[in-house]
């Protein structure tokens, strides 16, 4: 289904999303990110990207798996927590973000379907907007496979024509959430079409960062396991969490007891990162990666080398987040060159 | 105006002379506008390094870093190590001196004066411009900025996008050098010291606590503020654990009985422990760099914490964190006349 | 962006009065034996507070404070030797310094001001703790319970 949207249309499409929970980009604190929408607000597509990742609507931050109580003398108690979220649709999403979920997909249900993730990811409609040009000097979504109009991940890719949207469904879900506004839309018509493509394609002509042979890195990965490269790249690292924590594929966490009170408490999910001293701190004090280069190794082999190992594709979906957002310049494309140099 | 052939030249001569193993500088990134820090350990490798509004970082952390490595080490390299600094960073690398964390000759200081502006605030930069980032920043002579931009360039008054602690700044050349480059420098006018800390004071009870539950509440607990703070070199810091050893005998009720200050899930009473026994650690040592608050992806203003606490530090001690070498720190002193009339 | 993740529902609040609960770290050399004094002269005072004996006012580590109210303290009591008399010559003077930089950034951030206190209680001031204490209670109870700072649980 392919239809046009005008622009002053867009919010009476977000007004027929009754029942359902929007978020969209909003300009707040000097930085980008999801907000949600109030009933009958508006929303800006203006964005360049979000500073968090579309993985917190399926992976949020703290995810609580289940409360335990015990009174005194008697047995233990449980309480399951699944989450039964609202449908939710999530505007603005841009293509390296969308592809950044079959990702988190293939994690969460490859040896075992996780229900908290897919609790919130089955109700989860992400409605994509192509970019037209890149957003920030170091979008590489075309070097890993992806494209500034990729439809991977996505329910509904919507693309800015000037005055008007073209929007195109995708899945099924991104269908019915079009049919909700059934009226808002018009057809597309033979010169839209012509039109998408032309943007299509002139967002692909725009510069990007190069990564030379794709292929070839896993085994350069491997080659330099040992390398003095890692611990040569890594010299600045600050060694914080900010890398990991934006992607949109990271997605390892630590399970946490937290008391909430003097005989009951918590089992927690929440983020990790391998940046962290503590990631992989043994009970015996030891630590095997215990300086800055494992870590940035770890972050880059994960995503260039383990992931394909196990996964066929590349963990990383170009976004470039972790190369503005690095306090000192650290630039995994650069390492990606350096490593494949050595 | 300061010439980066001055600061390139003299890092040259250090190391030609061996008189340190390395200089910490800036160089231009692959990561787009802002300069990064970088150690060039060979004279032929000066010609590399910037000066410019991007040179944000404060490279006084790499002096702590380093020391840890060598403390680590089996070999350890106590050479001295050169370091680029601007006012701001001088005082931390004073304040670290104070601590004794080194020594005064294991340091060889190239101080470099703002003179009449500073560094970007890359915030300001991101609002002036929705979200999207210039492709170059220059300077534009004394109190502006040149901005390179997709199709085309544009030039900012200083004032609009220097960073909150530029604008504030009491003492843009650094007072404690080797050497210096540029004019001396000291307030510029553009903002009262402290003004952005007493501004946030000027708010009610009830704003000021629904500021910073929002602030505490978007926390990601990322810990970049904390890990790039040059003050910031404990060895394992209270909301972490790495040095609880769990031995064989160690009981499941020693476990559970650990202390926990800080839970790990990002929710806003956890975060405000980390903001605030951050910011209390800090007190009388903060040299007001801005760092933490301008790596902070999600922006909390996490400066006006440490500045409002120098301020108190300021007016009731009458202490500056990194101005006397041979001061006590703030609280490992007291007088006679401090504040009492607080308590019953 | 705030996390998406399943809160905690806040314990309704009581319909009778609120009790509020105060931490109250005491030295040992004299306010521990002031509130010790309090109870062998029998001054009546409410029970509220929890006394936690430290050795000195100036071992009272701003985390203790923020613990507490993390906890769910209503308000935190610091009490030491008066200026001059401590134990370890100037162990309150430390505390006098670090404590107010605790209370202004308390302040700075929005938490009442009343709930974090100090005071100076010698051995021979019974009476003084049980006013120091009675004055808190009823302030607390005035201003509700503390949840800006209290963990959600």
């Known amino acids: ?342 | 105006m300061v010439k980066v052939e001055d600061i390139q030249q003299c890092a040259a001569g250090l190391l030609e002379k061996g008189q340190v193993k390395s200089v910490l500088g800036f160089r231009r990134g692959t990561a787009g506008a802002m300069a990064e820090p970088c150690t060039i350990t060979e004279a032929a490798e000066a010609g590399t390094l910037v000066w410019d509004p991007t040179c944000l970082n404060n490279l006084a952390l790499y002096l702590v870093k380093d020391r840890k490595q060598q403390a680590a080490s089996k070999t350890p390299d106590i050479r001295p190590i050169g370091i680029v600094a601007k006012g701001c960073d001088s005082r931390a690398v004073a304040v670290l001196l104070q601590e004794n964390y080194f020594k005064r000759e294991e340091v060889f200081v190239i101080g470099v004066s703002c003179e009449g502006t500073g560094v970007i605030d890359p915030k300001k930069v991101a609002t002036l411009l929705k979200g999207r980032s210039p492709s170059r920043v220059e300077f534009d002579g004394a109190d502006g900025f040149k901005l390179t931009l997709r199709g085309g360039e544009m030039q900012v008054p200083a004032r609009e996008i220097l960073a909150d602690r530029c604008l504030e700044c009491r003492a843009a050349s650094p007072a404690l050098n080797d050497v210096v480059f540029g004019e001396p420098s000291g307030e510029r006018g553009y903002a009262t010291p402290f003004h952005a800390a007493k501004e946030a004071l000027g708010a009610s009870e009830t704003e000021r606590w629904a500021a910073w539950e929002h602030h505490f509440d978007r926390c990601l607990r990322c810990f970049a503020c904390r890990s790039v703070c040059p003050m910031c070199y404990c060895p394992e810091c209270v909301v972490d654990s790495t040095s609880f050893v769990i031995e064989p005998q160690t009981s499941a009720e020693e476990k559970a009985n650990r202390i926990k200050w800080c839970e790990r899930s990002p929710n806003t009473s956890e975060s405000a422990v980390y903001h605030l026994t951050r910011a209390i650690h800090l007190a009388g040592r903060c040299v007001d760099c801005g760092e933490c608050e301008r790596v902070c992806p999600v922006n909390i203003p996490l400066r006006l914490l440490n500045t409002m606490l120098e301020m108190e530090a300021f007016e009731m001690f009458h202490y500056q964190a990194g101005h006397d070498l041979s001061q006590a720190s703030l609280l490992s002193s007291f007088r006679d006349e401090d504040p009492n009339s607080f308590i019953r | 962006m705030s996390n998406p993740s399943q809160t905690t529902a806040t314990a309704p609040t009581a319909p009778q009065e609120h009790e509020p609960r105060i931490v109250a770290f005491q030295c040992k050399w004299c306010t521990s034996a002031g509130s010790d004094l309090a109870g062998v002269s029998r001054i009546q005072y409410p029970a509220n507070a929890v006394p936690i004996q430290v050795m000195c006012s100036g071992m009272v580590s701003p985390m203790y404070v923020l613990s507490a109210f993390n906890k769910g303290a209503d308000g935190v009591l610091v009490s030491g030797c008066h200026p001059g008399d401590c134990h370890y010559m100037k162990g309150n003077f430390f505390a006098r310094r670090k404590l107010y930089l605790v209370q202004k950034l308390l302040q700075f951030i929005g938490l009442e001001s009343d709930r974090f206190r100090m005071s100076w209680i010698s051995a021979a001031e019974g009476t003084k703790y049980a006013q120091v204490i009675s004055d808190f209670v009823r302030d607390m109870k005035a201003l509700g319970p503390q949840r800006k700072l209290k963990a959600k649980r």
Request: charged share 25%; glycine share 8%; with cysteine.
């Open chain 1, 1 to 342: 289904m392919e239809k046009i949207l005008s622009k002053e249309k867009l919010r009476e499409w977000v007004g027929k999303l009754d029942g359902c929970e929007v978020h969209a980009p909003a300009f707040a604190d000097s930085v980008w990110n999801y907000a949600p929408v109030q009933t009958g607000g508006d929303i800006d597509l203006s964005h360049t990207n979000t500073v968090g990742s579309v993985k917190a609507f399926a992976f949020p931050q703290r995810e609580v798996f289940f409360r335990f109580e015990q009174a005194k003398g008697g047995a233990p108690v449980l309480t399951a927590t699944v989450p039964e979220p609202r449908p939710t649709v999530v505007f603005g999403v841009r293509p390296c973000d969308g592809r950044g979920m079959p990702r988190n997909d293939k994690v969460f249900s490859a040896e075992f379907k996780d229900p908290y993730y897919w609790a919130r990811r089955e109700k989860l409609t992400l409605v994509g907007l192509a970019c037209n040009e890149p957003h920030s000097p170091n979008c590489f979504c075309q070097s890993v496979g992806g494209s500034p109009h990729s439809e991977e991940g996505l329910d509904v890719l919507m693309t800015d024509l000037g005055d008007r949207y073209h929007v195109k469904a995708i899945t099924p879900k991104g269908a019915e959430a079009m049919e909700r506004a059934g009226d808002a839309f018009n057809e597309a018509g033979a010169a839209d079409q012509a039109e998408v493509e032309r943007v299509h394609a002139e967002s692909r002509q725009q510069p990007q960062r190069p990564i030379g042979d794709l292929a070839a890195i896993p085994e350069a990965i491997k080659q330099n396991f040992d390398s003095p490269v890692w611990a040569e790249m890594a010299q600045h690292c600050i060694g914080c969490g900010i890398c990991t924590f934006l992607c949109p594929t990271c997605h390892c966490f630590d399970i946490n007891d937290e008391a909430t009170g003097a005989n009951k408490g918590e089992r927690v999910r929440t983020w990790d990162n391998c940046q962290f001293p503590d990631f992989t701190m043994h009970t015996s004090g030891h630590n095997p990666r215990h300086d800055l280069g494992a870590r940035l190794r770890q972050r880059v082999s994960h995503k260039f080398l383990y992931f394909v190992e196990n996964h066929k594709t590349q963990q990383c979906t170009g976004c470039g987040r972790c190369i503005s957002e690095c306090p000192v310049g650290i630039d995994i494309v650069a390492v990606l060159e350096r490593v494949g140099q050595s």
